[in-house]
């Protein structure tokens, strides 16, 4: 089993960035496509990005262009570099594998101003 814990969620102004991380532990080696998901309020979780271990990624139309996945095998991390935010992107932000299994506590993102 794979354990997920997720940073870097926060307050942002219409337009900024922000950065997610997300490090995997426990059975590490059967990872192969990680990808990070997002949940709005009174919404169902959606897929927003994934990458594969050799780095071929898939993004949401709703992200394509503003967001960047990016994963380091070595650590078993993978990040979501966020920008030109807008209100609708407002979720808890999931980290997890393809298809997706045991979930973490997500990190929160909030655009407004």
């Known amino acids: 089993q794979v354990q997920f814990v997720e940073s870097g969620g926060g307050l942002v102004q219409p337009g900024g960035s922000l950065r997610l991380s997300c490090a995997a532990t426990?059975?590490?080696?059967?990872?192969?496509?990680m990808g990070w998901y997002r949940q709005a309020p009174g919404k169902q979780r959606e897929l927003v990005a994934t990458?594969?271990?050799?780095?071929?990624?898939r993004y949401a139309d709703s992200v394509r262009g503003r967001f960047t996945i990016s994963r380091d095998n070595a650590k078993i991390t993978v990040d979501l570099q966020m920008n030109s935010l807008k209100p609708e992107d407002t979720a808890v932000y999931y980290c997890?594998?393809?298809?997706?299994?045991?979930w973490g506590r997500g990190t929160q993102v909030t655009v407004s101003s």
């Open positions: 997890n594998v393809d298809p997706p299994t045991t």
């Open positions: 990458i594969g271990r050799y780095g071929r990624t």
């Open positions: 426990g059975n590490i080696f059967s990872i192969d496509v």
